[in-house]
C-alpha cells in the first residue's frame, strides 16, 4: 500500500512546547500534505510541499520532506490547547495520478493548558 | 466545512438495504471524492469524479456505487449494505488536483 505511517501514533505535551510529527511513506510523490481533524469534524488542511522543495512555513507550522528518506516531519511550535487535534499526512503517488490521495493513519496530539 | 455539506450527517440501517449518500457542494469545484474513515486505516479513498458523469474507482470501491449528474452532487450508494461498512463517510472537493476541503462526515452504522 501507499499509506504513509504517522509517527508517534499519540503524542501529549504542555501548552507552550513544539510539537514534533513524522510521516513515512512508500513511494514516488508529487507533494505531500498535512491535515489537521479535531474530533467528530473533518479534516482541514494545513499546507503542502511539492517534492522538490525540502522546508516550507506557515505561521506556527513547519514542515519538512526528505524524498531520499520518504519522510516527512511536521513541526507545531509553541502549542495551544487549541492544537489538540488529529493530524494526518496525505501523499499522492506520481503512478497512482493526482487523484489518489493516500493517508497515514494519524498522530494524536494532546496540548494540555 | 464551509461550502460542503453532507447528508444524511448520522444513518443507522440494516444488512442488506441500500444506501445512498449525498455530497452537496456550491464553490463549483471541478474534482470530488468519497472517503470512509475506520480506527486503525485512516482516511481510504472509495470513488472520485473529475466532472459530471466522469467517475473512477479509489482504493476501496468494492460494494459501492457514486454518481455525479450535477457539478454540486456527488452521491455514494451502498448497493446492499454490509457490517464492514459501518464507518465514518467524508466527501471532498478539490478544484486542482492538489488541497483537498472536506465535508463534515456522515457516521453510518449497519446493523
Known amino acids: 500500500s501507499q499509506q504513509g505511517e504517522e509517527d508517534p501514533q499519540a503524542l501529549s505535551i504542555q501548552e507552550g512546547e513544539n510539537a514534533t510529527m513524522n510521516c513515512s511513506y512508500k513511494t514516488s510523490i508529487n507533494n505531500l500534505q498535512w491535515y489537521r481533524q479535531n474530533s467528530g469534524r473533518g479534516l482541514v488542511h494545513l499546507i503542502l510541499?511539492?517534492?522538490?522543495?525540502r522546508e516550507k512555513h506557515s505561521g506556527r507550522l513547519r514542515v519538512t520532506l526528505d524524498t531520499s528518506k520518504k519522510s516527512s516531519s511536521l513541526l507545531i511550535t509553541a502549542s495551544r490547547a487549541a492544537d489538540t487535534a488529529s493530524y494526518f499526512c496525505?501523499?499522492?503517488?506520481?503512478?497512482?495520478?493526482?487523484?489518489?490521495?493516500?493517508f497515514g493513519t494519524g498522530t494524536r496530539l494532546t496540548v494540555i493548558p | 466545512d464551509a461550502g460542503i455539506t453532507q447528508s444524511p450527517r448520522h444513518k443507522v440501517t440494516e444488512t442488506g438495504t441500500p444506501v445512498t449518500l449525498r455530497c452537496h457542494q456550491t464553490?463549483?469545484?471541478?474534482?470530488m471524492y468519497w472517503y470512509r474513515q475506520d480506527p486503525g486505516h485512516g482516511l481510504r479513498l472509495i470513488h472520485y469524479?473529475?466532472?459530471?458523469?466522469?467517475?473512477d474507482k479509489g482504493e476501496v470501491s468494492d460494494g459501492y456505487s457514486v454518481s455525479r449528474s450535477k457539478t454540486e452532487d456527488f452521491l455514494l450508494t451502498l448497493e446492499s449494505a454490509t457490517s464492514s461498512q459501518t464507518s465514518v463517510y467524508f466527501c471532498?472537493?478539490?478544484?486542482?488536483?492538489?488541497?483537498?476541503?472536506f465535508g463534515p462526515g456522515t457516521r453510518l452504522l449497519v446493523l
Open positions: 469524479s473529475y466532472g459530471v458523469k466522469d467517475t
Open positions: 510541499i511539492r517534492s522538490n522543495e
Open positions: 464553490e463549483n469545484h471541478r474534482y
Open positions: 496525505a501523499t499522492d503517488a506520481v503512478q497512482a495520478g493526482a487523484n489518489n490521495l493516500f
Open positions: 471532498a472537493i478539490s478544484a486542482i488536483q492538489e488541497t483537498q476541503y
